[in-house]
């Protein structure tokens, strides 16, 4: 086995020469995504300090922390085991002197707007890289319309860069025409200052940290999971808490595939978050017949976790679809890795978020694992994927999306002969150190 960076003109490439060696070892992987962002954000409204332990040191949440520092919050280096969040409260953002950017990360510019929206008269901009202002902000744009909000943005009000002009917003109950804990997220932060109730129903229920963290931090929340409700009662004052982060379930994802499709292959992931909003991979990798198991199941400051055993298993294929989706949506690359290496059909149907994050997920993780060999159909809203046993290593593009970057990573440990990753530096959004945990369950030197 060799696993080697390279640079190049525009990114680095992943050289990686499979030799199915089995992999092993103790592990952990980086904080979760969604609760790190929502710490630094209600850290940042919230009275008093917030403490922080295993922030996910990813573009992504430092993306957040930079567009709060810009709105006059303090928060102490972020290479620090415990980052510390200097509270301010909602009302005493400043208006910042120049454009907020959210650089690829979807769930910064989403979550940010639902507070920039109801900061009476004060002047926002906000920008991202090239993906996200290619992404849809009409989703959160409209119903804060609804509560009464000023924002212009560019192609009929609906890309990156807005504008924002800080409201007296109203109330809102929102039924969602999708399931997304981004769209919930904004608008029970829009709804935090203001009198009366927030609710948003979703047609399946996405993630609950804001709903779980919120509660923390001292706001009222009600849900209700026969509608997928969560309301927020309104106005709300948030003093700063303890935050530990744990392992990132999506993260730990490729490792769960990667001990099922490598032979001989046995990997224990410690910490790894297991909020039953997120667990749907578990479902299904077990539901293909992967051998997994949870060991040491604890609540950590109001979120479920448990290490992970994961064994080398004869996978087979099976259907992914309706309300498991949103519990699984950020897996669905891998996922498609694994479908590959397993007996018979895998369709993945309802899936047709996948096509609107970093990058056309359904597109893209279908024509870069048919490179290799994969036998794979592209739904309107899915994939059709016939497994094979043997996919032959070839030149890759990531797409700059952090997650096709390390699935195909995956994929290519169970190749035949070289696979080269282009454009591997995009895992580091979400996984800063992915190329040295896999060279070090590969038995390589870190
Ligand atoms: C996220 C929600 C999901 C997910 C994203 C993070 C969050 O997006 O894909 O990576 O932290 O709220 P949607 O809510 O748009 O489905």
């Known amino acids: 086995m060799s696993i080697t960076l390279t640079s190049a003109a525009d990114g680095q490439n992943l050289i990686i020469e499979p030799e199915q060696v089995a992999l092993k070892g103790k592990i952990r992987v980086p904080g979760d995504k969604s609760i790190s962002h929502r710490a630094l954000i209600l850290g940042s409204i919230s009275k008093g300090q917030t403490t922080i332990e295993g ?5 992504d949440p430092l993306s957040t922390a930079s567009c709060f520092e810009a709105m006059g919050v303090k928060i102490s280096p972020l290479n620090s085991d415990k980052v510390v969040v200097e509270g301010i409260g909602l009302e005493n953002l400043q208006e910042p002197q120049d454009v907020l950017n959210a ?9 940010i707007l639902g507070i920039l929206a109801a900061q009476k ?3 926002f901009t906000i920008t991202g890289d090239s993906s996200l202002r290619s992404r849809p902000m009409s989703r959160v744009i409209r119903p804060l319309e609804q509560m009464g909000a000023a924002i212009w943005a560019r192609k009929n009000n609906t890309l990156a860069p807005l504008a924002i002009k800080g409201s007296q917003l109203q109330p809102l109950e929102y039924h969602s025409p999708i399931a997304s804990a981004q769209v919930k997220s904004c608008l029970l932060l829009a709804g935090l200052g203001i009198e009366g109730r927030t609710t948003v129903i979703e047609p399946a229920l996405s993630r609950d940290h804001s709903e779980r963290m919120l509660e923390a931090f001292g706001a009222k929340i009600e849900t209700d999971p026969t509608d997928n409700r969560a ?15 744990p392992g990132d379930i999506s993260s730990a994802a490729f ?9 001989g292959s046995e990997l224990l992931i410690e910490n790894v978050g297991i909020n039953p909003t997120r667990t749907g991979i578990l479902e299904i990798l077990q539901l293909m017949g992967a051998d997994l198991s949870l060991e040491n199941e604890r609540i950590v400051t109001g979120e479920p976790v448990a290490d992970i055993l994961v064994k080398f298993s004869k996978l087979k294929g099976c259907e992914i679809s309706g309300a498991i989706i949103p519990r699984l949506i950020d897996e669905i690359p891998i996922l498609a890795v694994a479908a590959v290496f397993a007996q018979g059909i895998t369709v993945i149907k309802d899936a047709a978020e996948l096509r609107v994050k970093e990058s056309d997920r359904l597109a893209v993780i279908a024509r870069e694992l048919t490179k290799m060999g ?13 497994g094979t046993s043997s996919l032959v290593g070839t030149t890759v593009e990531s797409c700059n999306d952090h997650r096709i970057a390390m699935s195909l990573a ?3 440990l169970a190749a035949q002969k070289t696979t080269t990753i282009k454009g591997v530096e995009a895992a580091t959004i979400s996984y800063p150190n992915f190329v040295a ?6 038995g390589m030197e870190e």
Do not use: H, Y
Not at 437 to 442: A, D, E, G, I, M
């Open 255 to 263: 490792w769960l595939v990667a001990a099922s499709i490598v032979e």
């Open 55 to 59: 922030l996910l040191l990813g573009e």
């Open 410 to 412: 995956i994929a290519s």
């Open 437 to 442: 945990t896999l060279q070090s369950v590969c």
């Open 374 to 386: 994969a036998k794979i159909t592209e739904l309107p809203d899915g994939l059709e994927i016939t």
């Open 103 to 111: 650089g690829n990360s979807g769930t910064t510019m989403r979550l």
């Open 231 to 245: 309301t927020v009662i309104g106005p709300a004052s948030l003093v700063g808490q303890r935050v530990v982060v």
């Open 121 to 123: 008269g004060k002047f």
